[in-house]
């Protein structure tokens, strides 16, 4: 069993940064491949960003590539979402969730473990 918590949320105008962390318990996250989500209201929640177990694959959203930095420390047990010239369109709830799998993970339901999600807001 892996418990998951966010936390680095919050209030940012538009053009700022957040990063956010996802601090694993109960097991090591060096076995998992990690994502990151984001559900606005009266949406789908989406993958952001993913990474595989040992950190040589990435992915990205079309919509965040450039922006958003998704990086791991297993020695740490830490997983982080660097968010860079945030946009209004970036505001959602955004979960870290843990795959039980080497490999990149891309759906919600690929993820096995999640956060209980942290809000993010970027006003205009």
């Known amino acids: 069993q892996v418990q998951l918590v966010e936390s680095g949320g919050g209030l940012v105008q538009a053009g700022g940064s957040l990063r956010l962390s996802c601090a694993a318990s109960?097991?090591?996250?060096?076995?998992?491949?990690m994502g990151w989500f984001r559900q606005a209201p009266g949406k789908e929640r989406d993958v952001v960003a993913a990474?595989?177990?040992?950190?040589?694959?990435?992915y990205y959203a079309d919509s965040v590539k450039g922006r958003f930095t998704i990086s791991r420390n297993n020695a740490k047990n830490t997983v982080y979402l660097q968010m860079n010239s945030l946009k209004p369109e970036d505001t959602a709830v955004y979960y870290c969730?843990?795959?039980?799998?080497?490999?990149?993970?891309?759906?919600?339901?690929?993820?096995?473990?999640w956060g209980q999600g942290t809000q993010v807001t970027v006003s205009s």
């Open positions: 969730a843990a795959r039980a799998d080497y490999g990149l993970g891309y759906a919600p339901r690929e993820y096995v473990y």
């Open positions: 990474k595989n177990w040992s950190g040589s694959s990435t």
């Open positions: 109960g097991r090591t996250l060096s076995s998992y491949a």
